[in-house]
């Protein structure tokens, strides 16, 4: 039995359960530096007695095996309370096989299906159990795909602000590693356009641009008032970021490649954000996302929860110094056909928690969720 487990009274993790789920793309998708056309989703649940937390990640395949192989047996018999505690051992118990990536998905994934169990055992929105720093959560549409003709991205864009009310969106842009600047930059003026001036346009290069290109590129994401310009260069590259935020007007963002706390230090010491993005299935999960947050507020910077909305949305609404959450295309629509009780964006804000239903308030579609099983 794990140190402390089983002590008392109290619940303790009886078993982890993942399946993974590989679900089409509605047309073709891609950034400045990939394509695809689907997406899989890792989906852990955790089981005390009656009661099953959910969690997920999404990623490759194998990060089932890391589930099952390395971390299922830490957390199995451990009380259900102490999260905290779980994470420290799975953090511990992946030192050789090395926590960023595929293992830090894994991880990440049974750290929120934990922080879900918790909840429902104690009959509480997890927002609730966290402590509400704020009601609603701001979001902004995200998609613009660099695989979208003109109409399709036109069409994304005025659903998102005419129909949603949602009052930010953001597009891909470094189309073919930022071989099509030209095709970039029409397709930021294109998007201007279609929303109007009152709404806040970003973009997202993936890392795709050098940094003299990134920086001429931005000359016209100036011209066209685009505010927040994610990773102009790889979020590798510390000093290129930082010397790229130095040098234009639209804020910096970068951090959804975080797979550790001290990456995200050194981030924030090298001055390269304006904002600081974390992801909650790749950086630990919940327990390491509000260690995140908090770092970021140290420095006196805000922070951006990066795509899976319905994982990020109870954490996000907990902060105090959160700028905004992703409502990211693919995974939206996902996780609205996998899940019951998904959150509505209707003018910008989702409100986690407001059903009262405990933890995250959703529940899985067994038979939508068969239909794209592959383990």
């Known amino acids: 039995m794990n140190p402390g487990a089983g002590l008392g009274t109290d619940p303790v993790v009886d078993g982890v359960d993942v399946s993974v789920y590989t679900v089409p793309t509605d047309t073709p998708e891609g950034d400045g530096t990939l394509t695809w056309s689907s997406t899989t989703l890792v989906l852990v649940q955790a089981r005390s007695g009656d009661a099953v937390g959910l969690g997920w990640t999404y990623g490759a395949p194998a ?30 118990a992946l030192r050789n096989t090395g926590r960023p990536g595929i293992a830090a998905g894994a991880l990440s994934a049974v750290d929120v299906a934990l922080w ?3 909840a429902r055992l104690l009959g509480l929105p997890l927002v609730r159990l966290l402590g509400a720093s704020r009601p609603t959560v701001p979001v902004y549409g995200s998609g613009g795909f660099t695989t979208y003709d003109h109409e399709r991205q036109h069409r994304q864009l005025r659903t998102w602000v005419q129909e949603q009310g949602i009052p930010r969106v953001k597009i891909k842009i470094g189309e073919s590693w930022g071989q099509a600047e030209r095709r970039d930059t029409e397709r930021v003026t294109r998007a201007r356009r279609t929303i109007g ?48 935020r130095h040098a234009i007007a639209p804020e910096v963002a970068a951090g959804e490649y975080g797979y550790t706390l001290d990456y995200f230090g050194r981030m924030l010491g090298a001055g390269a954000v304006d904002c600081l993005q974390a992801d909650v299935t790749r950086c630990g999960g919940i327990t390491v996302w509000l260690r995140v947050a908090a770092l970021a507020e ?44 998904v959150l509505d964006p209707d003018g910008g804000v989702i409100r986690p928690g407001a059903t009262g239903r405990p933890g995250l308030g959703l529940t899985l579609r067994q038979a939508a969720a068969e239909r794209h099983r592959v383990a």
């Open 197 to 244: 001036d009152d709404t806040e346009l970003y973009v997202d290069a993936n890392g795709a641009y050098t940094v003299k290109q990134a920086i001429r590129v931005a000359r016209h994401l100036d011209a066209q008032n685009v505010t927040w310009f994610e990773e102009p260069v790889s979020s590798d590259e510390l000093a290129h970021l930082a010397q790229i």
């Open 298 to 341: 140290a420095a006196g910077l805000q922070i951006s929860g990066h795509c899976a909305p319905h994982l990020h949305a109870h954490a996000a609404a907990a902060v105090p110094n959160l700028r905004h959450l992703e409502w990211f295309h693919d995974h939206i629509r996902i996780e609205q056909h996998l899940f019951d009780g």
């Open 116 to 118: 879900d169990l918790k």
């Open 63 to 92: 990060t089932a095996q890391v589930v099952t192989g390395q971390l299922a047996p830490v957390v199995t018999g451990r009380r259900v309370w102490d999260v905290a505690a779980a994470n420290e051992a799975m953090h511990r």
